[in-house]
T-cell receptor, first 114, second 113 residues
Framework: NAGVTQTPKFRVLKTGQSMTLLCAQD?????MYWYRQDPGMGLRLIHY???????AKGEVPDGYNVSRLKKQNFLLGLESAAPSQTSVYFC?????????????FGQGTRLTVV | GESVGLHLPTLSVQEGDNSIINCAYS??????FIWYKQESGKGPQFIID?????DKRQGQRVTVLLNKTVKHLSLQIAATQPGDSAVYFC????????????FGKGTKLSVKP
């Protein structure tokens, strides 16, 4: 049981380039989330999804797009990368949004935009 | 002016001692709180949670205390071990927020052997 898997683990982009981060979970969870983590700050929610085919904005959505075409996958896209998007990105999933439901996190993707 | 990089609060304890990590939250509508442990190069890992209708919950070597009057949460680790060295985050779920956890900035725990 792999849990939550993120690819790639590391990436360096030039300003203006685009890329897609993939998150896959094998726990049949309905809910999936993308967070970014910056030095000295807690995780901040970028976008989330409450089910296949649905997405919603989180706290810091600007500059990112997401898609949830399949229940097990949640993709995070950067159309035109900026140095401010240098961060560590974490994907998470949970089977419910009800209080008491644990979210499982992936290992993270370290992205550097130069 | 130019922003300065933020440094995480650090708690340094001797192996075998008890550790107490504190967290303040701001929203009285928060109804669920979680403590996560994040080791270097890894994603956050669930440790323990507590609902707002409780003021204490115990797990294996860990205890979470919730004081709603002063909006304060603490994580107590008994007999701290080197493997406990990590960054610890508290997170709160605000009622009606559709599972959007709000994370604190984190505290780095260093355990000296």
């Amino acid at each position: 049981n792999a849990g939550v898997t993120q690819t790639p683990k590391f990436r360096v982009l030039k300003t203006g380039q685009s890329m897609t981060l993939l998150c896959a979970q094998d726990m049949n969870h309905e809910y999936m989330y993308w967070y970014r983590q910056d030095p000295g700050m807690g995780l901040r929610l970028i976008h989330y999804s409450v089910g296949e085919g649905t997405t919603a904005k989180g706290e810091v959505p600007d500059g990112y797009n997401v898609s949830r075409l399949k229940k097990q996958n949640f993709l995070l896209g950067l159309e035109s990368a900026a140095p401010s998007q240098t961060s560590v990105y974490f994907c998470a999933s949970s089977y419910s949004i009800r209080v008491g439901t644990e979210a499982f996190f992936g290992q993270g993707t370290r992205l550097t935009v130069v | 002016g130019e922003s300065v990089g933020l440094h995480l609060p650090t708690l340094s304890v001797q192996e075998g001692d008890n550790s107490i990590i504190n967290c303040a939250y701001s929203n009285s509508a928060s109804d669920y709180f979680i403590w996560y442990k994040q080791e270097s190069g890894k994603g956050p890992q669930f440790i323990i949670d507590i609902r707002s209708n409780m003021d204490k919950r115990q797990g294996q070597r860990v205890t979470v205390l919730l004081n709603k009057t002063v909006k304060h949460l603490s994580l107590q680790i008994a007999a701290t071990q080197p493997g406990d060295s990590a960054v610890y985050f508290c997170a709160e779920n605000r009622r009606g927020s559709q599972g959007n956890l709000i994370f604190g900035k984190g505290t780095k725990l260093s355990v000296k052997p």
